[in-house]
């Protein structure tokens, strides 16, 4: 996986968020986004992502939910929708809307969000709450 190059200064501002890969045929579907911090700007990333968390955590439709860091200024995304149906139900509420906030993605990310678009095809249950 590439991770997507910086913007430079004079590039600025960019789009907030960069999406691909395909909606296919429906079933478990999820997003995979990578994000890139300008220097000096983690703690405001991942207040970014501490205000998606609250976001999501009323969507019916979005399942597993994880924010991760890979590095000193990568971090990312993984999550997981029902379909497609709950997939765009995502994009439409408030975690789309934040990075939907142009001028705040440019005050923190280097680059745009890349968000991918991606098909669940096994997972393993853990760390459910079990129904009797």
Same mark, same amino acid.
């Given at each position: ?58 969507? %019916? $439709? ?5 924010? /991760?860091?890979? #590095?000193?200024?990568? !971090?990312?995304i993984f999550e @997981? ?30 680059? %745009? $969000? ?5 098909? /669940?095809?096994? #997972?393993?249950?853990? !760390?459910?709450?079990?129904? @009797?």
């Amino acid at each position: 996986m590439t991770q997507p190059a910086e913007v430079p200064t004079s590039e600025r501002p960019h789009s907030g968020v960069v999406m691909t890969g395909h909606d296919g045929d429906d079933g478990v579907k999820a997003f995979y986004i990578l994000i890139e911090a300008l220097p000096g700007k983690t703690a405001e990333v991942r207040t970014m992502l501490a205000d998606i968390l609250r976001c999501v955590q009323d969507e %019916p $439709a979005t399942g597993p939910w994880y924010a /991760v860091q890979h #590095s000193p200024t990568t !971090f990312a995304i993984f999550e @997981v929708f029902p379909d497609i149906a709950g997939r765009r139900a995502h994009v439409a509420g408030g975690g789309g809307d934040i990075f939907r906030d142009i001028e705040r993605m440019n005050d923190i990310l280097a680059a %745009p $969000a890349h968000v991918q678009k991606v098909d /669940v095809l096994m #997972s393993k249950q853990v !760390f459910t709450a079990r129904t @009797v």
